[in-house]
């Protein structure tokens, strides 16, 4: 079953999360456009998780992570530094 479309705005702001994800994305070489065509989404879906705007599904958040070569605790869990 797919997840449901459309976009799901964050109920608080995660810059901290934003700010890890582009960071690890950077330093894995790649851009915005990479990432977004790699998850199948688009560059703004990205630019919202960066600044903290956006709060992914979990089966987007899974395949951001995988890309990224990461886990999602490390992107989005309370703990991660």
Request: charged content about 20%.
């Amino acid at each position: 079953m797919a997840p449901p479309a459309g976009p799901v705005r964050s109920s608080t702001h995660d810059g901290a999360a934003g700010a890890r994800i582009r960071s690890i994305r950077r330093e894995g070489g790649l851009t915005q456009q990479d990432l977004a065509t790699a998850v199948q989404v688009s560059r703004q879906t990205v630019i919202a998780m960066e600044t903290g705007d956006y709060a992914p599904s979990v089966y987007l958040a899974l395949k951001v992570a995988r890309t990224l070569g990461v886990t999602v605790e490390e992107l989005w869990g309370a703990s991660a530094s």
